[in-house]
C-alpha cells in the first residue's frame, strides 16, 4: 500500500486528461444505470480495501464541517461548538468550516479516528464513488482519485465498465 500511495499522485496526474474527458462525455449523457453500477463498483472495491492501512485522506486533505457536524462533535468533545472552532476549525476562500490543519487532529497513529462515530458527513461519505446522482461529482472525484486508492482504482474499473459515447 505504502509503495502505491507514493505512485499514486502521479498515477492520477498521468491519467487526469483521459479522465476529464471521459467524465466530461458521462456528464453529457449519464447511462441510466449510472447509479447502479457504481454502487456495486464502489462496494466490490470497498470488500478489498482497508482504510486503515491508508487514512490518506486523513493525512493529506480535510473534510468540510456543516454546522450540524460541528454541534455533534462538540456535544462528544463536551466542548461548546465555539470552542470546538476556535481550537480545530478556520473558515476556508469558499467560507466553509474546515480543519486548521492536516493531518486530522482526531487521527491516531494506528490510522484510527477518535471521533469516528461523529465523525463530519464528508468523511462518512468519502470518497463519493457511491453517491447518488454520480455524474454531478465528477470533478469532486477526479480530485480523489489522487488521494484515494479505491478512487483511483474505482474509476479505472468505471472506464473498463462503462463505456461512455458522445
Excluded: W
Aim: charged share 35%; proline share 5%; hydrophobic share 30%.
Amino acid at each position: 500500500m505504502d509503495d502505491f500511495l507514493k505512485r499514486l499522485p502521479q498515477l492520477a496526474k498521468d491519467k487526469h486528461k483521459e479522465n476529464k474527458k471521459y467524465f466530461a462525455k458521462l456528464k453529457k449523457k449519464p447511462p441510466k444505470d449510472l447509479d447502479y453500477v457504481m454502487q456495486e463498483l464502489h462496494d466490490a472495491e470497498f470488500e478489498q480495501t482497508d482504510c486503515l492501512q491508508c487514512a490518506n485522506c486523513c493525512k493529506t486533505t480535510g473534510p468540510l464541517f456543516t454546522n450540524t457536524d460541528i454541534e455533534r462533535i462538540s456535544r462528544r468533545l463536551k466542548l461548546r461548538p465555539q470552542q470546538f472552532i476556535d481550537r480545530y476549525l478556520r473558515i476556508d476562500e469558499d467560507k466553509d468550516y474546515v480543519l486548521q490543519s492536516v493531518p486530522c487532529a482526531f487521527l491516531g497513529d494506528d490510522n484510527y479516528c477518535a471521533i469516528y462515530d461523529v465523525r463530519p458527513k464528508a468523511c462518512r461519505e468519502y470518497p463519493h464513488t457511491d453517491r447518488k446522482k454520480f455524474h454531478q461529482i465528477t470533478n469532486l472525484t477526479l480530485k480523489n482519485t489522487a488521494i484515494c486508492p479505491a478512487a483511483y482504482r474505482i474509476v479505472e474499473e468505471m472506464k473498463k465498465r462503462l463505456k461512455v459515447h458522445r
